[in-house]
């Protein structure tokens, strides 16, 4: 397959597309926010960026630069992003999601409500603030758009694995789903130019029918999904439901949800070449890695000094490489909060004690077959420990966890 790219111009709107056999996708989004002149070599995919003599030098990109395009990423990424996104306050929906994808996706979310940006902000400043008003005035819209791609997933990949939905495959969970969950198809604006209504036809004559009936007429059906190669749009609704649909036309990506965490993501076990290099390289470095979080865990075990932490215990034999710095604290939820209060983030490994886990409950297990696993997952919390901590940064979460009363 491939790759070609759409033969309209990318600056104006958002535009994806996908890569079936590569497990990719692709994207375009506006750089609006840029003062400069664009050169498109459509022989090499590159796009480049000439800044504009006559502009001031303290906006925007100060200097030529070459960008490739489009942006590639994992199968999936989109949706699983704005899925994880937090999206409470500007800031984190910015770092969570819109940094990679733009605000021109909310330009058609809300009819009533529409804006342009400019092509020529003084300064990054101005953008942001002007991208601020846009993203408060939709937020409720967007976190309604969240909570219903949530919803949708959880049904059409069986997160919860019900045992009526089991032998179905996502596609048929996918067409049902709009039919019967949401009661209506997904619409889209009409100056959207992203997706056809695809089960249409399927809604006029299965509105009415029962979901079970409705599953089981689509059973043994091919539920191919009928979609145009590139998908221009600038309604994130839409766009979500464009991923979820290449993601359902095949059975080998489906969507998960961690138990410990909450997040979702796509599993995938296999190491591509750019993961390798970058391997390849870092493993020359491995042991000197592992002898620097030694002496990060030394400085911890040394001088962490407080009655209500818990201190990990190393048996004279061993030599640990401090993947993780687990301590232990009976007021865990209070300790937690107190840390991330003072700028110190933590982890648990993990909530979920071990044979409590869904991918283990084959074996019978019970809440209270082993009680000092499931003690230790109610105390246990990972400090911060990583190649590059600063002894500053190390003799600071030592303070302030001797501090903690």
């Known amino acids: 397959?491939?790759?070609?790219?759409?033969?309209?111009?990318?600056?104006?709107?958002?535009?994806?597309?996908?890569?079936?056999?590569?497990?990719?996708?692709?994207?375009?989004?506006?750089?609006?926010?840029?003062?400069?002149?664009?050169?498109?070599?459509?022989?090499t995919h590159t796009l480049k960026i000439y800044w504009?003599?006559?502009?001031?030098?303290?906006?925007?990109?100060?200097?030529?630069?070459?960008?490739?395009?489009?942006?590639?990423?994992?199968?999936?990424?989109?949706?699983?992003?704005?899925?994880?996104?937090?999206?409470?306050?500007?800031?984190?929906?910015?770092?969570?999601?819109?940094?990679?994808?733009?605000?021109?996706?909310?330009r058609d979310l809300e009819e009533d409500y529409k804006f342009t940006l400019s092509n020529n902000y003084g300064n990054d400043e101005t953008y942001l603030k002007e991208t601020q008003k846009n993203y408060n005035t939709l937020k409720h819209k967007i976190i309604y758009v969240q909570e219903e791609m949530k919803n949708a997933i959880n049904y059409i990949f069986n997160i919860e694995e019900d045992e009526k939905l089991k032998d179905y495959t996502s596609a048929q969970r996918y067409a049902v789903y709009l039919i019967k969950q949401m009661g209506k198809l997904h619409t889209f604006n009409k100056n959207d130019n992203?997706?056809?209504?695809?089960?249409?036809?399927?809604?006029?004559?299965?509105?009415?029918?029962?979901?079970?009936?409705?599953?089981?007429?689509?059973?043994?059906?091919?539920?191919?999904?009928?979609?145009?190669d590139t998908h221009k749009s600038n309604d994130l609704s839409s766009i979500c439901y464009v991923v979820l649909e290449e993601l359902v036309k095949t059975n080998n990506n489906p969507i998960k949800k961690c138990q410990n965490c909450g997040m979702y993501f796509i599993p995938n076990s296999r190491l591509d070449e750019m993961q390798a290099a970058f391997l390849s390289i870092k493993l020359s470095?491995?042991?000197?890695?592992?002898?620097?979080?030694?002496k990060i865990a030394k400085k911890y075990l040394d001088r962490i000094d407080n009655p209500?932490?818990?201190?990990?215990?190393?048996?004279?034999?061993?030599?640990?490489?401090?993947?993780?710095?687990a301590v232990r604290?009976?007021?865990?939820?209070?300790?937690?909060?107190?840390?991330?209060?003072?700028?110190?983030?933590?982890?648990?490994?993990?909530?979920?004690?071990?044979?409590?886990?869904?991918?283990?409950?084959?074996?019978?297990?019970?809440?209270?077959?082993?009680?000092?696993?499931?003690?230790?997952?109610?105390?246990?919390?990972?400090?911060?420990?990583?190649?590059?901590?600063s002894d500053e940064q190390v003799e600071y979460v030592i303070t302030k966890i001797n501090e903690f009363e």
């Not at 630069?65 to 500007?90: C, D, I, M, Q």
């Not at 056809?196 to 979901?211: G, V």
């Open 1 to 43: 397959m491939n790759m070609d790219l759409p033969e309209n111009k990318f600056f104006e709107d958002f535009y994806i597309w996908f890569n079936q056999e590569k497990k990719e996708e692709y994207y375009s989004t506006p750089l609006y926010y840029y003062k400069a002149s664009f050169n498109i070599d459509y022989d």
């Open 52 to 106: 504009k003599e006559n502009e001031g030098t303290d906006n925007g990109l100060k200097h030529p630069a070459t960008l490739y395009f489009p942006f590639v990423e994992k199968f999936g990424t989109f949706l699983v992003r704005f899925l994880n996104a937090n999206l409470s306050t500007y800031e984190s929906a910015y770092k969570d999601f819109f940094f990679a994808y733009g605000f021109e996706i909310l």
């Open 194 to 228: 992203v997706i056809r209504d695809s089960f249409s036809n399927k809604y006029e004559q299965f509105q009415n029918t029962s979901e079970h009936t409705l599953l089981n007429e689509l059973k043994n059906k091919s539920m191919f999904i009928s979609m145009i």
């Open 285 to 294: 470095c491995l042991d000197r890695m592992n002898e620097e979080r030694r």
């Open 308 to 325: 209500l932490v818990i201190l990990p215990v190393v048996e004279e034999f061993a030599q640990p490489v401090w993947h993780i710095f």
């Open 329 to 389: 604290c009976d007021k865990r939820n209070e300790f937690e909060k107190y840390l991330c209060d003072n700028g110190i983030g933590t982890n648990k490994h993990y909530p979920i004690p071990m044979h409590l886990q869904e991918c283990y409950k084959d074996l019978g297990y019970q809440q209270g077959d082993f009680p000092i696993a499931e003690e230790i997952s109610k105390t246990e919390l990972s400090l911060p420990m990583f190649y590059g901590m």
